[in-house]
């Protein structure tokens, strides 16, 4: 009974096996593959265009990094010469800049030149 038993678990694990197989050969043959070809093709773009997006995102986020590290830059440069031009533009630094050229600040207060003709009318 037991060799009975073997027999035909080892019949049925190989029909099991030779349905499965008959399965795949049957979703597997040519006209099949043919049939299912769009879908292929639809699921390759899909891949192409996944993939083409991740790489213009990592584009995007190093043109993001740069140009922040450039404006970052551009505003320390700005801080920078902003805070020279005023420091320059203090009084004491304008007659220490002009004393090579002879220039000298004056003493006395400026004179008020007036036209005697049009006060007269």
Do not use: C
Request: aromatic share 8%.
């Amino acid at each position: 009974m037991d060799v009975a038993n073997n027999t035909e678990n080892s019949q049925n694990s190989l029909s099991g096996d030779g349905g499965k197989r008959r399965r795949w050969k049957q979703v597997l043959n040519y006209a099949s593959v043919v049939k299912q070809m769009p879908f292929f093709l639809f699921l390759s773009a899909l891949a192409v265009v996944y993939i083409y997006n991740g790489h213009a995102a990592d584009r995007l986020n190093r043109d993001i990094a740069k140009t922040t590290k450039e404006l970052k830059e551009l505003e320390y440069e700005y801080k920078t010469i902003k805070g020279e031009v005023l420091f320059r533009s203090k009084q004491s630094e304008l007659v220490k800049a002009v004393a090579p050229l002879g220039l000298k600040e004056m003493a006395t207060a400026p004179m008020v030149l007036t036209d005697n003709k049009k006060e007269n009318n």
